[in-house]
């Protein structure tokens, strides 16, 4: 009797509850962002070298309407590789980033986004990528990426190879 009567308790509790842990409640949702390409800058070309202070100097080369890319964090604990298409003055892409002396799952980090090619109002001014990251399949929610192109440097993607000499207090 008292065994019945703890099940039926049981039971009742269960059915009573809400059912909070047979929903997905959050988690990350893929995010698309369709923008409208318009016309490039006169004489702007995306092939360069542009610096963000956080994620260091990117470089990117183009080939008809794809490019790749690579960059090296500022502070030299990561670098990362990216590749998309570009129409006009919008460059979709996707990216991974691989943290220096790090192994196994977290290491590596992926995603998606956009960059928007721009050219400030004024003269003697340079031009900028404006854009947003996500992560896996999101191509927002990540953070922004806002990076100035760099005069009279020329992209150079070997120079990105993912090595770094680890220092701690300027000793190796």
């Known amino acids: 009797m008292r065994t019945t009567n703890v099940l039926y308790a049981l039971l009742t509790t269960v059915a009573l ?3 909070l842990v047979l929903c997905d409640c959050g ?4 995010t698309k ?3 409208t ?6 004489g702007a070309s995306w092939d360069g070298v542009y610096f963000n202070p956080v994620w260091g100097y990117l470089h990117v080369q183009t080939q008809g309407n794809s490019y790749n890319a ?4 500022a502070d030299e604990s990561a670098w990362g590789e990216m590749h998309g298409t570009i129409t006009n003055d919008v ?4 990216w ?3 943290k220096i002396g790090m192994v196994g799952p977290s290491a590596t980090s992926k995603g998606k986004g956009y960059f928007r090619y ?3 109002e004024g003269d003697n001014v340079d031009d900028r990528l404006v854009g947003v990251w996500g992560f896996d399949d999101a191509e927002t929610g990540g953070g922004e990426w806002d990076a100035i192109k760099q005069r009279n440097m020329k992209p150079d993607l070997q120079s990105i190879k993912g090595e770094s000499e680890a220092t701690v207090g300027g000793w190796k």
């Open 17 to 19: 509850s809400p059912p």
């Open 27 to 30: 988690g990350t949702q893929a």
């Open 33 to 35: 962002v369709e923008v």
């Open 37 to 42: 390409p318009k016309a490039m800058p006169a």
């Open 70 to 73: 690579r960059w090296k964090r």
């Open 91 to 94: 460059a979709n892409f996707e």
């Open 96 to 98: 991974v980033e691989h």
């Open 118 to 120: 721009t050219r400030p």
